[in-house]
């Protein structure tokens, strides 16, 4: 049985990556072809080159761990900072009232913009990008939790209540667990918000991580390279979505 | 035991207005009955009557209503401790497995894991869910999820059953069967159990009495006394007396339920008729 299920787990991941191969394939025919500009798209099999000369030549490991480390420093203090505002929000009426439509507008903001006055507020250093990535990740986790409490259902609630349980007894064993999925969707949108922010911020000032290569190597007219600086970018964010989803099937298994 | 723990439902005089003016619907009017210790009454009325409504009212769940609930001598306001409810709508908790939904009651009260565990298996088993408790509720039929919930209220062993239609999802024999275990158990422990239902079988095979309700304003129309012999199984239903209550109970039902269909067709008709 265990078998069976190490089984299904793989087949999307094995359609995904046969269905990615064969793009590339079909890109780098295109490509041969001329039907597509070799100059804005490069051929695949020299990004797949340049991935492994970035491991040997870019200390592609070490930029890749100062992007993880902020994404991660900021994504996991949203969490902790979005999870009980949402509460708060949640539980107060006029809170929500008053701050519902500023999250929303914060959201939707391009604070990435504002990174110069962040740069003289807070110093060139990871310091800054955390910060800025802070600020951009926290609407949706926020907005999703308080979203995910308001949409417990009654009669879980009822349940509740003709059990004659206490306030945070009814919190932490019914509002809560129903809210969970809710709440990880939102920390799902901001991470990805965090990840955005982060090598934007760092392409933007070139300042450390996988940004600043992607910024180097485009400048240098380097395609191969810069695609492939990308693709690590992309495997990062896979790598934060494969823990994201371990954390919840192991909080919540079979949901 | 003081009086005032005694098992003993008084549902007097109560009146339920949902809204206010001329746009208010009275819900229950004027209802009085009682449940007296260890007895098996059922309510049954047409759908929208007013029953899940009196449910919540004697739950404890639904305040700002006229006239008075009352266990033993106590009135209630709020939900009582000597109360277990199981729920119209499906209400397992799908965070849960089968056996910790079912333990749930006892792991508020702190019963340690291994005991709660215990008892949860024993009234799982009850439930005919025996290899389905490490499942979760995503992985059951609704059918499956309403035994758990019957088995979860059961677990804290309430004096007072109160039920709103908990066998509605399930098919005939599953109904039958589990009435004759509801049946079991309520004999078993004594239980004062009020059952909400619009089923008039499932009403005459479990019940000693069964307050008729009419459609809209839900009042009371009758209460019959079910004098079949007890300890009773769902063998009963073939005997002839039990079709006599059925034939009974229907013609008093008959009524309110066309005029509730009626009610439902007037109000189809109205929405349809065309303008001009
Ligand atoms: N919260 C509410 N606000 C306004 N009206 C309500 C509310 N709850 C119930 N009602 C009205 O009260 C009446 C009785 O509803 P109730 O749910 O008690 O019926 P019921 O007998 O349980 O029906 P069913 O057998 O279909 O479950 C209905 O006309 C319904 O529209
Ligand atoms: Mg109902």
């Known amino acids: 049985m265990a078998e069976r299920t190490r089984l299904r787990d793989l087949a999307p991941i094995t359609v995904g990556i046969a269905s990615l191969a064969a793009i590339a394939v079909v890109a780098e025919l295109l490509l041969l072809a001329g039907v597509l500009n070799r100059y804005i798209l490069p051929l695949p099999s020299d990004v797949l080159v340049a991935l492994v000369r970035l491991v040997r030549e870019e200390d592609i490991l070490s930029r890749m761990g100062l992007t993880a480390f902020e994404v991660l420093t900021s994504g996991f203090l949203v969490i902790l900072a979005g999870v009980p505002l949402g509460v708060l929000l949640y539980r107060f009426r006029l809170m929500r009232a008053a701050l519902e439509d500023w999250l929303g507008a914060l959201a939707a903001a391009p604070i990435v913009l504002a990174f110069p006055l962040f740069l003289v507020l807070f110093g060139r250093g990871p310091k800054t990008i955390i910060i800025i990535s802070f600020v951009y990740g926290l609407a949706p986790v926020v907005l999703k939790t308080q979203e995910g409490l308001t949409a417990t259902r009654r009669v879980h609630v009822n349940v509740g209540r003709s059990l004659n349980m206490t306030p945070a007894q009814m919190f932490w064993k019914i509002l809560f667990p129903s809210a969970l999925p809710t709440i990880f969707t939102g920390i799902r949108l901001s991470w990805t918000f965090c990840l955005v922010t982060v090598v934007a911020v760092e392409f933007l000032v070139n300042l450390g991580g996988l940004g600043h290569l992607i910024n180097e190597l485009a400048e240098r007219y380097d395609m191969p390279g810069a695609y492939a600086a990308i693709t690590f970018v992309i495997l990062l964010s896979m790598g934060f979505f494969i823990v994201l989803e371990r954390i919840q099937s192991w909080l919540q298994p079979e949901r | ?276």
């Open chain 2, 1 to 276: 035991m003081s009086a005032s723990a005694e098992p003993y439902l008084v549902i007097d005089n109560v009146l339920k207005r949902f809204g206010s003016g001329p746009e208010a619907t009275v819900a229950v009017d004027h209802m009085s009955f009682d449940v007296k210790p260890g007895e098996f009454v059922s309510v049954i009325g047409p759908s929208g009557c007013g029953k899940s409504t009196l449910f919540n009212i004697i739950g404890g769940l639904l305040g700002d209503y006229e006239g008075e609930v009352r266990v033993g001598a106590e009135r209630i306001s709020g939900p009582h401790p000597s109360i277990g409810m199981v729920f119209q709508e499906e209400s397992t908790f799908p965070w849960r497995s089968v056996i910790d939904n079912v333990a749930f009651p006892l792991e508020l009260r702190g019963v340690p894991k291994a005991e709660r565990h215990d008892r949860a298996h024993h009234f799982i088993d009850m439930v005919g869910l025996s290899g389905f408790a490490k499942h979760y509720p995503s992985q059951l039929s609704g059918g499956m999820k309403q035994r758990v919930s019957i088995a979860r209220t059961l677990v804290s062993e309430p004096q007072i059953l109160l039920m709103d239609e908990p066998f509605a999802a399930l098919d005939e024999q599953t109904r039958l069967l589990l009435g004759d275990k509801i049946l079991q158990i309520q004999q078993q422990l004594n239980q004062t159990t009020l059952l909400i239902t619009h089923n008039l079988t499932e009403a005459v095979q479990l019940s000693d009495r069964i307050v008729v309700m009419t459609y809209r304003p839900g009042r009371l129309k009758r209460i019959v006394n079910i004098d079949l012999p007890r300890p009773r199984t769902s063998e009963v239903v073939g005997s002839d007396a039990f079709g006599h209550y059925v034939a009974e109970i229907w013609s008093d039902l008959r009524e309110e339920a066309s005029s509730g269909m009626m009610d439902a067709e007037t109000t189809a008709a109205r929405r349809n008729r065309p303008r001009g």
